[in-house]
């Protein structure tokens, strides 16, 4: 028995008004997900526990089952493992994003223009940081290059109460009421200002406004936590399983799991990435002795995050046919028993740019018998279904012994 988990990254809306109020996974042309459908059972999962923030990281650890009140840290600890940073106990982790600011006169009144620096390259961000690094680093403080616009900052002996906002809550908004607060606070204000000073006028910088791009000109933290315990994803569920993604918090995830992470050639967690390479890399890990395959996919989150509805309804489409349809064809040119399943993490929706907490939708199939049938995959279908998971652990252990189903 073979699984798999086809996840797009904020892939759920709300009704669009342009849309005649559809949602962009009502209007995409996703025939692959139509015809799971056609047999599969659609509902409802709550992936983010109450008293948590609807992010990635606690999302994505429910969509695997994982409940965050009992392993999660912190996003950024997730994303150190990727790195291959070893924290230490007394380590506070920060995700620091590449980052335009825009605007004249004191820092606090600069605007948060591109949480994404345009979605700098890796390699001119990977300058940047260990330019910043140069400059700034010590012994307190650690910049570690990731990918794109996606950093890290590890403080040593450091305090893990601290209030900071995500970037990609703020767009378009001063930032001087969302600077960091609480323990380093002060600190960690200095390191932006002074990242801001240097790296507004770096070659890479000036380079990128002379090519129209936005610049990556300051730093800005967010997502801090101290090492993480998650426990380890063959000995919870009894199968070997994979991971393909190309951001560090999903490898992180799988890092800490003991999961196989794929690393795809041209991966960028944008409409841009390799989605023919991800597919590829998720038939050879279930070829290759993984039992379960988690495949992750950025680019409708990232559409969502700056209001780009073409793009999150094309990101969703190239999901269905570049994703599911060819894994989906694998598993059952295999001959062996399969399930696969269909959702988001957490609604992104076009109108607020951000997450929001809301149940998500789900599609579970399976390869040799009907588990329902008859609604479309989608927000609408799934809220009226009457199926609703309160705990996500308990919609992965139903997709694991959906074999057993009568």
Not at 190 to 202: F, G, I, P, T, V
Not at 326 to 341: D, N, Q, R, T, W
């Given at each position: 028995?073979?699984?798999?988990?086809?996840?797009?990254?904020?892939?759920?809306?709300?009704?669009?008004?342009?849309?005649?109020?559809?949602?962009?996974?009502?209007?995409a042309?996703t025939p692959?997900?139509d015809?799971?459908?056609?047999?599969?059972?659609i509902?409802?999962?709550?992936?983010?526990?109450?008293?948590y923030?609807?992010?990635s990281?606690?999302?994505?650890?429910?969509a695997?089952?994982y409940?965050?009140?009992?392993?999660?840290?912190?996003?950024?600890?997730l994303?150190?493992?990727?790195?291959?940073?070893?924290?230490k106990?007394?380590?506070?982790?920060l995700?620091?994003?590449?980052?335009?600011?825009?605007?004249?006169?004191e820092?606090?009144?600069?605007?948060?223009?591109?949480?994404?620096?345009?979605?700098?390259s890796?390699?001119?961000?990977?300058?940047l940081?260990?330019?910043?690094?140069?400059?700034?680093?010590?012994?307190?403080?650690?910049?570690?290059?990731?990918?794109?616009?996606?950093?890290l900052?590890?403080?040593?002996?450091?305090?893990?109460?601290?209030?900071?906002?995500?970037?990609?809550?703020?767009?378009?908004?001063?930032?001087?009421d969302?600077?960091?607060?609480?323990?380093?606070?002060?600190?960690?204000?200095a390191?932006?200002?002074?990242?801001?000073?240097?790296?507004?006028?770096h070659p890479?910088?000036?380079?990128?406004?002379?090519?129209?791009?936005?610049?990556?000109?300051?730093?800005?933290?967010?997502?801090?936590?101290?090492?993480p315990?998650l426990?380890?994803?063959?000995?919870?569920?009894?199968?070997?399983?994979g991971?393909?993604?190309?951001?560090?918090?999903?490898?992180?995830?799988?890092?800490g799991?003991?999961?196989?992470?794929?690393?795809?050639?041209?991966?960028?967690?944008?409409?841009?990435?390799?989605?023919?390479?991800?597919?590829?890399?998720?038939?050879?890990?279930?070829?290759?002795?993984?039992d379960?395959?988690?495949?992750?996919?950025?680019?409708?989150?990232?559409?969502?995050?700056?209001?780009?509805?073409?793009?999150?309804?094309?990101?969703?489409?190239?999901?269905?046919?570049?994703?599911?349809r060819?894994i989906?064809?694998?598993?059952?040119?295999?001959?062996?028993?399969?399930?696969?399943m269909?959702?988001?993490?957490h609604?992104?929706?076009?109108?607020?740019?951000t997450?929001?907490?809301?149940?998500?939708?789900?599609?579970?199939?399976y390869?040799?018998?009907?588990l329902?049938?008859?609604?479309?995959?989608?927000?609408?279908?799934?809220a009226?279904?009457?199926?609703?998971?309160?705990?996500?652990?308990?919609l992965?252990?139903?997709?694991l012994?959906?074999?057993?189903?009568?």
């Amino acid at each position: 028995m073979k699984y798999a988990i086809i996840l797009g990254d904020g892939m759920a809306d709300y009704p669009v008004p342009s849309l005649g109020g559809k949602t962009p996974l009502e209007v995409a042309d996703t025939p692959c997900m139509d015809e799971l459908a056609k047999t599969g059972r659609i509902g409802l999962v709550k992936t983010v526990p109450d008293g948590y923030k609807p992010g990635s990281d606690v999302a994505n650890l429910g969509a695997l089952g994982y409940d965050a009140r009992d392993c999660y840290t912190g996003r950024s600890p997730l994303e150190a493992l990727s790195i291959g940073v070893d924290m230490k106990e007394d380590d506070v982790a920060l995700r620091t994003n590449l980052v335009t600011l825009s605007g004249e006169g004191e820092f606090c009144d600069l605007v948060m223009e591109d949480y994404s620096a345009g979605e700098i390259s890796t390699a001119e961000a990977r300058e940047l940081i260990e330019y910043v690094q140069r400059e700034l680093g010590s012994e307190k403080f650690t910049f570690y290059a990731g990918v794109s616009y996606r950093h890290l900052l590890i403080i040593a002996h450091g305090d893990a109460d601290m209030r900071l906002t995500p970037p990609h809550d703020i767009s378009g908004r001063r930032i001087g009421d969302h600077l960091p607060e609480g323990a380093q606070s002060e600190e960690l204000l200095a390191l932006m200002e002074r990242a801001y000073a240097l790296l507004k006028n770096h070659p890479v910088n000036l380079k990128r406004t002379e090519e129209g791009k936005e610049p990556a000109n300051c730093i800005w933290f967010w997502g801090q936590g101290t090492r993480p315990m998650l426990e380890n994803f063959e000995a919870r569920y009894g199968l070997k399983g994979g991971m393909v993604s190309a951001v560090d918090l999903l490898k992180g995830i799988a890092v800490g799991a003991g999961m196989k992470s794929a690393d795809v050639e041209g991966a960028t967690g944008t409409l841009s990435t390799n989605f023919a390479g991800k597919a590829k890399a998720a038939c050879d890990l279930l070829d290759g002795g993984c039992d379960f395959v988690f495949v992750h996919l950025e680019a409708p989150d990232e559409c969502g995050h700056h209001g780009d509805l073409e793009g999150k309804t094309k990101a969703i489409e190239c999901v269905d046919k570049k994703i599911l349809r060819p894994i989906y064809e694998h598993l059952k040119e295999s001959g062996e028993p399969f399930a696969v399943m269909v959702m988001p993490d957490h609604f992104t929706p076009i109108s607020v740019r951000t997450h929001t907490r809301e149940p998500v939708p789900f599609l579970m199939y399976y390869s040799q018998k009907a588990l329902g049938g008859g609604r479309p995959y989608n927000e609408k279908s799934a809220a009226e279904s009457g199926i609703y998971y309160p705990e996500a652990s308990a919609l992965m252990r139903d997709f694991l012994k959906v074999g057993d189903a009568e």
